[in-house]
Nanobody, 123 residues
Framework: QVQLVQSGGGLVQAGGSLRLSCAAS????????MGWFRQATGQERDFVAA????????NYADSVQGRFTISRDNAKNTIYLQMNSLKPEDSAVYYC????????????????WGQGTQVTVSS
């Protein structure tokens, strides 16, 4: 089993920044890909970003490319999502995910999910 515990999020004005964190436990953290999805009210869960086990490669949704940065600290078993230049359309519940392949953007391909954290961007 893998446990993912998220922190961060909250309310910010458009153009502002937030950072999400996700601490993992239960398996060898440095051996698996990690990522983030988000789900706006009434919408499906959408891929946001993912990172390889080593942190050497990343994958971003077009909608966040250049504004969001995913990173990981394997010594702390934690990944991060730095979100800059936030827009109202970024408002959603954000989920940390654990999986095998950072290239996949399909939600069902990720085996474990965090509890979710709300991000609200006001205009």
């Amino acid at each position: 089993q893998v446990q993912l515990v998220q922190s961060g999020g909250g309310l910010v004005q458009a153009g502002g920044s937030l950072r999400l964190s996700c601490a993992a436990s239960g398996r060898s953290f440095g051996s698996y890909a990690m990522g983030w999805f988000r789900q706006a009210t009434g919408q499906e869960r959408d891929f946001v970003a993912a990172i390889t086990s080593s942190g050497g490669n990343t994958n971003y949704a077009d909608s966040v490319q250049g504004r969001f940065t995913i990173s990981r600290d394997n010594a702390k078993n934690t990944i991060y999502l730095q979100m800059n230049s936030l827009k109202p359309e970024d408002s959603a519940v954000y989920y940390c995910v654990w999986g095998w392949d950072y290239r996949t953007t399909i939600a069902t391909r990720y085996d474990y999910w965090g509890q979710g954290t709300q991000v609200t961007v006001s205009s």
